[in-house]
């Protein structure tokens, strides 16, 4: 059905892929694992024809699809083949409606207007098109109002609608997944994998990506796993084993972050009193929490419940109410520049959107807050109250920095949209770092990000919190990551705090807490 | 349109103060707005499909003004009159500006995220091609037949066309009177059919394609749309609509002033279209249609009252362009807020 024949990839001077070979027969799904940075992206996005691409400069190789050879310039030309893609990050316009996204570009029009006014022009039947948008998320048991605006659905919503869009279409042939579970929770996770089971019983050939490893063992038929831009193994159903695959990714074997928790009651640095924030999906009200100095605080919750509300609150992104001391003093102003001055410092979850600047330099990302919230980094002209970036400086730092956290670019001049997930995520870090704060604030530093540097960015978190002294508060739903780093464990539920709990506290009694079925503490 | 808008209170608020300022009488005004509505209507609609493809005001709607003022000058100089007159204006105007719309349109995908400032721009470098053709083209290159618009020197066309054989053909038809009020009913319908037209495009295919690509262009790309053919499209139905919307203007004055009916179209529409309530990034029928009626009414009342007020009726011509300047400037502050807002 799909054959590849060394498929090759140029960034400037590094090889995101080299010459990769891979053959997937009608029907059958594939798996391709690697770590961060392997080039398991790029390999779809050549294949779905990402503009990225063709910007860069092309791919070479030869892609043969049903016989033929085939060239792909554009997701246009790559969708006319039969191709179809769910994105990491869905491609879904927010201010569409869900049955405006789920059949754009195909949308059902009036019986014979087609023929009077041709395809563009002909009339859209929008009740038939709701309902063929209910009728596609009905194949995996998702209701959703059809007129409903994409953007104002939870992030997993969107995935849905993504997929539903393609697996909606007739002439779909090949369906390519990019890590399409990173947004999903447990359940919606399952429902996922049936469904492409199903599709694939269709006839429907499906090449998936991921990292995690009981998703392979759970659906594909075959696995190639990529290591540094090239095949680096080939796996059989009969012959997964998660030692060999993790070896195959790595090229060795991971050894899991882990810090004692620290218990010992110390001062208060920050404390929310009558807490609320109005962030729409994930509002918070009336909450009480003492954030201590020097400790790492895991603050989760089911998506929703409020977790991601907390640092934004804190940082005034969002209106909010109640009181916030930060060292037992108020703060006369409450926004993020006034936070920034007292020595508090957050990390978005959305690090491609509000954490990088995507067109800009990994040195111009990584000193950005240092210069202009601090300062620093700065050289004056002489006699005028000018400043100018001291360019020397910036760039020995960030060499120092990329060698330290050991970001894979091919140079500090590389824009950051071009580097993988957890390369961005190194950065962002980097740059929180460079500001030196009191008070770090992660959301989801994980979201999106394989083995290898997970494991990475939280023995950074536990560095900076042994030898700097760093209060960290890390907002996360990956709840093994929290144990595993945390002081201690604020539970949300509705809004609210819930319960403290000790990383060491058994996960089901967690889970009870964070449906709001445990006996308040 | 569930409530009204801050920019569309203001301008009701200053229509109905001009209103008692300038002391004219209100079925005076009410004639007047719907003279200008249908003078104007269509080429307000015309801004609606650019601005919904995410390329901000078109300017450069100038362009298919300009396509009908050359089909009217060619019907001129051919001598060509009424319903048949009409008819070669129609064909030749919407052929140029076919052409002319996707040339615009390729231009713009080279500019993307500056289209206001470049369709602007090219409005202005068409205005200066059009009068060198004029100007200087005609009796030279292109052989004129009809030498009573010739300028006395034989080069070049006189400052003022007489449309006599166009004047007011369409507005007497159906022509009711209520009152003191004259209501040109199949004026009134055109422009209203003109919308309908407007509003069935933005509820097909290409209309989603075009949302899609204005809302996010990224991701429009990633669902399989040809982001730039779709700006192309888009511009070309812009222009082509605001060459209709030019030949109803022109036909509605009855002269044509050759060198400059053209030149304050795009100003006095997207003044309209933000009087109506529209943004930069959404717009839609009823933003065109309660725009020209509103701003159009201040237009009209502003010089009297101006007049009024002051004692000088140079400074009433001056508070034409004071309100269509301000108007633009205030919705684009306004709007900059409100985007802050959320």
Known sequence: MLQLKNISKRFGRHFALHSVNLKVERGEIHGIAGINGSGKSTLLNILFGNPLIAETGGYGGEIILQGKSRRIKSPQSAIAMGFGMVHQEPAVVHEMTVAENITITREPVFPHSEKYFGRDFAPIDNRKSHKKAQEALGMFGVALAPRCLAGQLPLNMRQFIEIAREISRDDLKVLLLDEPTAVLNGSDSALLLRTLKNLARKGVTILYVSHRLDEFFALCDNLTVLRNGAVSGHFQRDGFSRKAITKCMIGGSVILSRKKANLTCRETILSLQKFSVSMPGESIEDLDLDIQKGEILGITSLSGHGKMAVGPGIMGLYPVLGKMLIKGRQAERHDTAAMIGKGLFMLPEDRRQLGLLQDHGVAENIVFSAMHCAHRFLRRFPCLPLHFPDKKQINRYALECVAAFAISCTGIAQKVRELSGGNQQKVCLAKAMTMEPEILIVNEPTRGIDLGAKERILDMFIAMNTTKGTTLVIASGELDELRRICDRIAVLYKGRLFAILAPDTAESVFIQAMSGEMAKV | ?342
Not at chain 2, 134 to 161: A, C, D, K
Request: aromatic share 8%; glycine share 10%.
């Open chain 2, 1 to 342: 349109m569930r409530h009204l808008n801050p920019v569309s209170a203001v301008f009701l608020l200053l229509s109905l103060v001009g209103l008692l300022l300038s002391g004219m009488r209100p079925t005076f005004v009410v004639n007047e707005v719907l003279i200008r509505f249908i003078r104007d209507g269509v080429m307000v609609l015309a801004l609606i499909i650019p601005i919904n493809a995410g390329m901000g005001l078109n300017f450069a709607i100038v362009v298919g003004a300009m396509c009908a003022q050359v089909g009217l000058v060619l019907a001129v100089d051919l001598q060509l009159t009424g319903f048949t007159g009409l008819l070669f204006i129609s064909v030749i105007g919407i052929g140029l500006s076919l052409l002319l719309g996707a040339l615009i349109g390729l231009c713009l995908n080279r500019v993307k995220g500056k289209e206001m400032i470049s369709t602007i721009i090219i409005g202005f470098l068409a205005t200066s091609i059009y009068q060198l053709i004029f100007m200087v083209g005609y009796g030279t290159i292109i052989h004129p037949h009809n030498p009573e618009m010739m300028l006395s020197r034989g080069i070049g066309i006189r400052n003022m066309i007489d449309l006599q054989g166009f004047r007011n053909i369409l507005d007497k038809l159906w022509l009711f009177r209520l009152g003191e009020i004259e209501i040109p009913l199949f004026m009134i319908l055109l422009v209203l059919i003109f919308a309908g037209i407007v509003h069935s495009i933005m509820n097909t295919r290409l209309g989603r394609q075009l949302v899609a690509v204005g809302l996010d262009g990224r991701k429009a790309a990633m669902v399989g749309i040809d982001t730039e053919g779709v700006r192309v499209k888009a511009i070309i139905l812009s222009t082509v609509l605001a060459c209709c919307g030019h030949i109803i203007y022109i036909e509605n004055i009855g002269m044509l002033n050759v060198y400059t009916a053209h030149l304050n179209s795009d100003i006095f529409s997207c003044a309209a279209i933000l009087a109506g309530g529209a943004t930069i990034f959404r717009a839609g029928i009823a933003n065109a249609l309660l725009g020209v009626l509103l701003f159009h009414s201040l237009f009209i009342v502003s010089p009297q009252a101006g007049q009024n007020v002051f004692g000088n009726p140079a400074l009433g011509e001056y508070f034409r362009s004071f309100v269509a300047y301000g108007t633009i400037a205030f919705a684009l502050m306004m709007q900059r807020q409100a985007a802050d807002r959320n």
